[in-house]
């Protein structure tokens, strides 16, 4: 038997690995948006990434991993994008952050958290994660918004802006709201201004 020598250089199979790894969160997000949870299988997470069952165990050794990582990268990677936007108007800022509730990944946090309402061991990942992704928002809120959490109300109207976001977000599930949507947007930034200056 002969002797094997270690690859001097494993940042090509790491690269391979990350990459493999960032398909089956993409994968797992839009099969989650698109056939709910109960269509989302891993083996049909596995098909749309390209890569088969196996390989997609080795990352996520249960259903229940692949998909509390995926809605968690994705909303790592919303977060790094709202952190990037630019002080800019409060209307630009309320629909940026109304956006982040009409998209994919809202689609599939909210199959997720239908199936987290129905199966105890799903539970308690999608509570953690969700407090944590609802504290960071909030943060980036008050940063893009320039809002100073120690007067009185602030705070809340904050939230409440975020509640309503996710409020417009639902209603989009079912059908095209943009354009009650920008109005909505509209007043609340006005309504903003009038509660945060």
Not at 46 to 56: K, L, M, T, Y
Not at 57 to 83: G, M
Request: proline share 4%; hydrophobic share 45%.
């Amino acid at each position: 038997m002969g002797v094997v020598t270690p690859p001097t250089d494993r940042t090509p199979k790491q690269d391979r690995s990350r990459a493999t790894r960032r398909r089956l969160l993409e994968a797992a997000v839009a099969c989650l948006a698109e056939h709910g949870w109960a269509g989302s299988t891993v083996s049909v997470v596995a098909e749309r990434a390209g890569v088969s069952r196996g390989a997609a165990q080795h990352h996520f050794p249960t259903r229940e991993d692949l998909f509390t990582a995926a809605v968690e990268y994705v909303a790592e990677e919303r977060s790094a994008a709202l952190r990037a936007l630019p002080v800019q108007g409060r209307t630009a800022v309320v629909a940026a952050l109304v956006d982040l509730y009409t998209g994919p990944l809202f689609r599939a946090a909210l199959q997720l958290w239908v199936a987290a309402s129905n199966e105890a061991q799903l539970r308690p990942r999608v509570t953690e994660l969700e407090a944590r992704v609802g504290r960071e928002t909030h943060r980036i809120a008050i940063a893009l918004l320039a809002a100073d959490e120690t007067k009185p109300g602030v705070r809340e109207t904050v939230q409440g802006l975020l509640d309503m976001a996710r409020g417009l977000g639902l209603a989009n599930v079912l059908t095209d709201d943009t354009a009650r949507r920008r109005r909505v947007v509209a007043q609340w930034a006005s309504l903003l201004d009038d509660a945060l200056d």
